[in-house]
């Protein structure tokens, strides 16, 4: 059998070694300190040492163990980081697919329903109950309401007496607003130029918005269309609104609210989350 050589013996055998002869070193002392010596009066110094000794010697041979010559505290943010952008790359791909696909549909349906008068009458039946479920685009006067993290301060620290939580937009900030624009009477909705439907949840990662799949970071926009007067005035009356303008006045947090004449509010174009479907001869 040919002998390794120094210059063939891999990183692996040497890691053992270490190991082995680490572990031959450690016993062998903790052994003769464990024997009391005829010269010295034995005290409890002389069995704790040993003892916490091989203790550290055992954590270290495991530590050298597991980690077989790579670091045990490897940073992986930079792989999440990369991991996150191509599934949110790869969500986007579907979506667009989705709606490509969903238009094809639509096109197809159309065209049947000039030969077919069951197809032509459902058609008149959907087309009337589109612009209620929010599948058709709006515009009319209106307001946009913006919300935004806190930016940071000069030293890019906290502002005094602030937390984390103090300086970023929640879930329920969001959810505030949009509870208090419905209460006001607002036709139609869009969140970040995502029309909101009845099936829609405003949900925060983090500091991001999660919506119909997608993730958006502040500023928070919001747009709404109806009696300006009217949403305002359900605006000051909310009792969320009003908790989130106190910490917009405390920690600067963003906090705008414009009236315009003219607010457009798309199409809803998403997954529509159908739960079940049924065929009809």
Not at 60 to 76: H, K, V, W, Y
Not at 138 to 149: A, H, K
């Amino acid at each position: 059998m040919a002998q390794d050589t120094p210059g063939r013996t891999t990183r692996g055998v040497e890691r053992t070694r270490q190991v082995q002869v680490g572990w031959g070193t450690v016993l062998r002392r903790a052994l003769v300190a464990l024997l009391p010596s005829r010269r010295s009066r034995v005290t409890g110094w002389s069995y704790v040492v040993p003892v916490v000794l091989l203790l550290a010697g055992m954590l270290f041979s495991t530590s050298a163990g597991t980690a077989r010559g790579t670091e045990l505290r490897n940073d992986r943010r930079v792989e999440l980081r990369g991991l996150i952008g191509e599934r949110k790359d790869e969500v986007a791909a579907l979506s667009d697919r989705r709606s490509r696909l969903r238009q094809g549909v639509e096109n197809e349906t159309r065209h049947l329903a000039k030969s077919d008068s069951r197809v032509s009458d459902e058609q008149r039946r959907a087309d009337r109950l589109r612009a209620a479920a929010g599948l058709t685009g709006l515009r009319g006067p209106g307001l946009t309401v913006r919300m935004d993290d806190a930016p940071a301060g000069p030293d890019g620290g906290l502002p005094h007496g602030a937390t984390v939580d103090d300086v970023v937009v929640h879930q329920q900030d969001v959810q505030a607003v949009v509870n208090a624009l419905w209460a006001g009477g607002a036709e139609a909705m869009s969140i970040m130029g995502v029309r909101v439907i009845s099936t829609s949840a405003v949900l925060c990662v983090g500091n991001t918005l999660l919506l119909h799949d997608r993730v958006y970071s502040p500023a928070f926009v919001i747009a709404a269309i109806g009696d300006p007067q009217r949403m305002q005035a359900a605006l000051d009356r909310s009792q969320g609104v009003r908790l989130y303008r106190a910490a917009a006045s405390d920690f600067g947090l963003g906090y705008d609210v414009s009236v315009k004449d003219d607010v457009r509010v798309p199409a809803f174009d998403r997954a529509e989350g159908m739960s079940h479907a049924q065929a009809t001869r």
